[in-house]
């Protein structure tokens, strides 16, 4: 069942408020790293991680006598062609793609010059960094040395959740102590075989990931702790 207007409306705000403290959080306790974000729709949750960094470094200079931390950057990974075909087992048994809600090519965002500028009125442009592509491609391809200290992960399907967290595991780029967020975590009824559940459970066996389940957000959404990680994947 499709979710009402007032349903709707009230989770947007629920989670971009979320994406904002998160980032506020990253800040207050240090976390190295940058923020991103993997799968961008309509730009809620992407303005409210650009208004994060943009008042967590105001209070920042309020507090340190005009003194000015790290500065973040603001990561947006998306294809911009919509959800690809759905081909994985955990895909195909899942509600929302045997209706229709997740088939090819829904979900389809902002363009990426729309994105920026969406984003660019929280945020300053040139601190914004668009990928464009299938994260199968993208995200193995970022530089080596770049490290998150916030992770929002709203690829819906298992296989493109799969397609992010492998490669940001092994190639080292979450930070000890980073917040990561699943944005559709609990959709059909919590399933441990489904969706981002299933591919946060398989991540996590692979790669020895510890973490804390800090807290759930939204409808759908649960966000954990990063402790600590093998870069070695197990399978």
């Known amino acids: 069942m499709a979710k009402s207007v007032v349903s709707r ?6 989670v971009m408020e979320e994406m904002l403290l998160g980032v506020l959080r990253a800040y207050s306790r240090d976390i190295p790293g940058d923020v991103a974000e993997f799968g961008t729709m ?14 967590a470094e105001r209070i920042y200079r309020e507090q340190k006598n005009h003194e000015s931390p790290d500065q973040k950057r603001l990561h947006l990974f998306d294809s911009f062609e919509g959800l690809p075909a759905a081909t994985a087992e ?7 793609v045997v209706s229709g809600d997740w088939s090819e090519g829904t979900c389809q965002p902002f363009s990426p010059d729309k994105l920026k500028e969406k984003c660019s009125e929280y945020i300053d442009a040139d601190r914004i960094d668009i990928h464009e592509g299938w994260f199968a491609d993208t995200v193995p391809a970022i530089d080596k040395a770049l490290k998150f200290a916030v992770v929002h992960v709203d690829c819906d399907l298992y296989s493109s959740s799969m397609d992010v967290l492998v490669p940001l595991l092994s190639g080292a780029h979450i930070s000890e102590g980073a917040l990561i967020y699943f944005d559709d975590f609990h959709c059909a009824a919590s399933s441990r075989q489904l969706g981002e559940r299933k591919a946060w459970m398989d991540v996590t066996r692979r790669f ?16 954990f702790i990063i402790d600590s990680y093998d870069t070695q994947d197990r399978g």
């Open 9 to 14: 409306q009230w989770d947007r705000h629920a």
């Open 42 to 55: 309509l730009a809620v949750s992407a303005r409210g991680l650009a208004t994060g960094i943009t008042e």
């Open 90 to 96: 955990p895909d195909l048994k899942h509600p929302r």
């Open 208 to 223: 020895n990931v510890e973490s804390f389940p800090s807290h759930p957000y939204g409808s759908t959404g649960q966000a």
